[in-house]
């Protein structure tokens, strides 16, 4: 067998891996959903626990809870019975993985767990396990085989634990009513934060760097007024201000072309009218939809009153660097 036909197999197991617990999904899940969303709303959090791979796996289920609004901690199950219990209270949530059920320090963790007044969820593939037994909840992870020659290092099952995790977190997410700017939050910094968090008014051009010219000017002088302003297109407004077109380099070559006297025409001659805009108060990852969405080189942003105040030019969309 190649090193690709082995890569194939492995991806082929642990694909049957995920459809077989995707397969034994069950009310429990709707119930783990549920404890999970009233622990977080009377100010519980989350505690994952497990050992050795089912260990590494809780930490990045607990870093996506965590980044979605969902507190929650990664509790060592050695180290909880020398002092790390302090981070237990009544109310939390304990999310328990263990694929056998069985592990040692797991198991030699819940009487103390239990002492408090919580709940217990178990992620495991033997729902007849002693941690299963002593769990409020039970979720079935079982998976056919390893993906290890030898059906003995943990591969599919761990794959299949970290995808019922992320369904987990991602049901809790939705019943929490948890939205966009809330993500923003706790993703402040990089490219995800800057596009979430920036509001149009922050990226655009502004003062002398946003040509506007009334309807009645000629051609000739608007052009003029694009070229200060250094821009490839000016808002055009109306006698009250009001934004009512746009006139850019491609509608003064289009016209020029049919029309030696254009210069001399006012700009409502050769104005686009009803011009894609925004609100200087929208998020600039809504200018970014508007772009990809339209095949537009400038983005006019508009007060409440409907007045240009701004422009989003795409090219300095990457030096922003939330693309």
């Given at each position: 067998?190649?090193?690709?036909?082995?890569?194939?197999?492995?991806?082929?197991?642990e694909?049957a891996a995920l459809k077989a617990?995707?397969?034994?999904?069950?009310?429990?899940?709707?119930?783990?959903v549920?404890?999970i969303?009233?622990?977080?709303?009377?100010?519980?959090?989350?505690?994952?626990v497990?050992?050795g791979?089912s260990g590494?796996i809780g930490?990045?289920i607990?870093?996506?809870l965590t980044?979605?609004?969902s507190?929650s901690?990664?509790?060592?199950?050695?180290?909880?019975l020398?002092?790390d219990?302090g981070?237990?209270n009544?109310?939390?949530?304990i999310?328990?993985?263990?694929?056998s059920?069985e592990?040692e320090?797991l198991?030699n963790?819940l009487?103390a767990l239990k002492r408090f007044?919580v709940?217990?969820?178990?992620l495991?593939?033997?729902?007849?396990?002693?941690?299963?037994c002593?769990?409020?909840v039970?979720?079935?992870?079982r998976?056919?085989?390893?993906a290890?020659p030898?059906n003995?290092?943990p591969?599919a099952s761990?794959?299949a634990?970290l995808?019922?995790?992320?369904?987990l977190?991602?049901?809790?997410?939705?019943?929490?009513?948890f939205k966009q700017?809330?993500?923003a939050?706790?993703?402040?910094?990089?490219?995800?934060?800057?596009a979430?968090?920036?509001?149009?008014?922050?990226?655009?051009?502004?003062?002398?760097r946003?040509?506007?010219?009334?309807e009645d000017?000629?051609i000739?002088?608007a052009?003029?007024?694009m070229?200060?302003a250094?821009a490839g297109?000016l808002?055009?407004?109306d006698a009250?201000?009001?934004?009512v077109g746009?006139?850019t380099?491609?509608?003064f070559?289009r016209h020029?072309?049919?029309d030696?006297?254009?210069?001399?025409?006012?700009l409502?001659?050769?104005?686009?009218?009803n011009p894609?805009?925004?609100r200087?108060?929208?998020?600039?990852?809504e200018?970014l939809?508007?772009f990809d969405?339209?095949?537009i080189?400038d983005?006019?942003?508009v007060n409440?009153?409907?007045?240009?105040?701004?422009?989003?030019d795409?090219?300095?969309?990457?030096?922003l660097k939330?693309?």
């Amino acid at each position: 067998m190649s090193h690709l036909d082995q890569a194939r197999k492995v991806f082929d197991i642990e694909i049957a891996a995920l459809k077989a617990v995707r397969a034994q999904l069950d009310a429990a899940f709707t119930e783990a959903v549920d404890v999970i969303v009233r622990a977080l709303r009377a100010r519980g959090k989350i505690i994952v626990v497990g050992i050795g791979k089912s260990g590494h796996i809780g930490q990045k289920i607990c870093a996506t809870l965590t980044s979605t609004g969902s507190t929650s901690v990664v509790l060592h199950s050695v180290d909880a019975l020398h002092g790390d219990l302090g981070v237990v209270n009544d109310g939390d949530v304990i999310l328990a993985l263990s694929y056998s059920g069985e592990s040692e320090e797991l198991l030699n963790l819940l009487p103390a767990l239990k002492r408090f007044s919580v709940k217990i969820i178990a992620l495991t593939g033997s729902p007849r396990s002693s941690l299963a037994c002593h769990s409020d909840v039970v979720l079935k992870a079982r998976v056919p085989k390893e993906a290890c020659p030898f059906n003995l290092a943990p591969t599919a099952s761990t794959t299949a634990m970290l995808a019922l995790g992320d369904a987990l977190a991602m049901a809790v997410l939705r019943a929490r009513g948890f939205k966009q700017q809330d993500y923003a939050r706790y993703h402040p910094s990089g490219a995800i934060g800057r596009a979430m968090l920036l509001r149009v008014s922050d990226i655009m051009r502004a003062g002398n760097r946003n040509p506007v010219a009334p309807e009645d000017l000629c051609i000739k002088d608007a052009l003029l007024v694009m070229t200060q302003a250094k821009a490839g297109s000016l808002s055009v407004v109306d006698a009250r201000g009001k934004l009512v077109g746009v006139f850019t380099d491609g509608d003064f070559r289009r016209h020029m072309a049919a029309d030696a006297n254009l210069l001399s025409k006012p700009l409502r001659a050769a104005m686009t009218r009803n011009p894609v805009c925004i609100r200087e108060d929208a998020l600039a990852m809504e200018a970014l939809k508007i772009f990809d969405q339209r095949n537009i080189d400038d983005l006019i942003v508009v007060n409440a009153r409907h007045q240009p105040v701004g422009l989003v030019d795409s090219q300095d969309l990457p030096k922003l660097k939330f693309m």
